[in-house]
T-cell receptor, first 117, second 117 residues
Framework: GAGVSQSPSNKVTEKGKDVELRCDPI?????LYWYRQSLGQGLEFLIY????????KSGLPSDRFSAERTGGSVSTLTIQRTQQEDSAVYLCASSPRAWGDWAGELFFGEGSRLTVL | AQKVTQAQTEISVVEKEDVTLDCVYETRDTTYYLFWYKQPPSGELVFLIRRNSFDEQNEISGRYSWNFQKSTSSFNFTITASQVVDSAVYFC??????????????FGSGTRLSIRP
């Protein structure tokens, strides 16, 4: 499809394991965002990319969280040594440049639901 | 620092009633953008509207209308003659504008709207 694709859609892991979450943005969208949504909660900003660069990593909760983007396209969010509090839906969104600036709308994926036992 | 406050956690109204969702924002930037997103029970967030800080005109789209007031730092969303299909979580969001690159987009905590038949 032409939308933002995230995988896996569901991931159950044991505490202490590492997990990788993948995001395929819409082709041509150079801005990419990661958010976390805990059950019944709002969207917590994690990180965003402009191309392959991450100008703002301020939202990453701890040094167990990292993200990268390669080729200006696919992004991977890695959580090391997972904890139960990491359980949430991780949302990826991409954004085009619009109207001569970068404040375009976000196109969201369906999310990756992470459960840490 | 940027902040978005949606003080109404949950709202429940009877179908056909009008309902207003409040959004109050904080930013030191003079150029910024505000957004509303809808998250239906299916889960995927959908863009509703974008408004820049220089355009205070109210906007109407069918049963939806938005009231942007810089004097009170508010960007409220009204649904007229609500319908059951309007039941969802609604998020207000804020970003500053950068011509040369994207920037962080932060979301409020959301308002869960339930429309009863």
């Amino acid at each position: 499809g032409a939308g933002v694709s995230q995988s896996p859609s569901n991931k159950v892991t044991e505490k202490g394991k590492d997990v990788e979450l993948r995001c395929d943005p819409i082709s041509g969208h150079t801005a990419l965002y990661w958010y976390r949504q805990s059950l019944g909660q709002g969207l917590e900003f994690l990180i965003y990319f402009q191309g392959n660069s991450a100008p703002d990593k301020s939202g990453l909760p701890s040094d167990r969280f990292s993200a990268e983007r390669t080729g200006g396209s696919v992004s991977t969010l890695t959580i090391q040594r997972t904890q139960q509090e990491d359980s949430a839906v991780y949302l990826c969104a991409s954004s085009p440049r619009a109207w001569g600036d970068w404040a375009g709308e976000l196109f969201f994926g369906e999310g990756s639901r992470l459960t840490v036992l | 620092a940027q902040k978005v406050t949606q003080a109404q956690t949950e709202i429940s109204v009877v179908e056909k009633e009008d309902v207003t969702l409040d959004c109050v924002y904080e930013t030191r930037d003079t150029t910024y953008y505000l957004f509303w997103y809808k998250q239906p029970p299916s889960g995927e967030l959908v863009f509703l509207i974008r408004r820049n800080s220089f355009d205070e005109q109210n906007e109407i789209s069918g049963r939806y209308s938005w009231n942007f007031q810089k004097s009170t730092s508010s960007f409220n969303f009204t649904i007229t003659a609500s319908q059951v299909v309007d039941s969802a979580v609604y998020f207000c969001a804020l970003t500053t504008s950068r011509y040369s690159s994207a920037s962080k987009i932060i979301f409020g905590s959301g308002t869960r709207l339930s429309i009863r038949p």
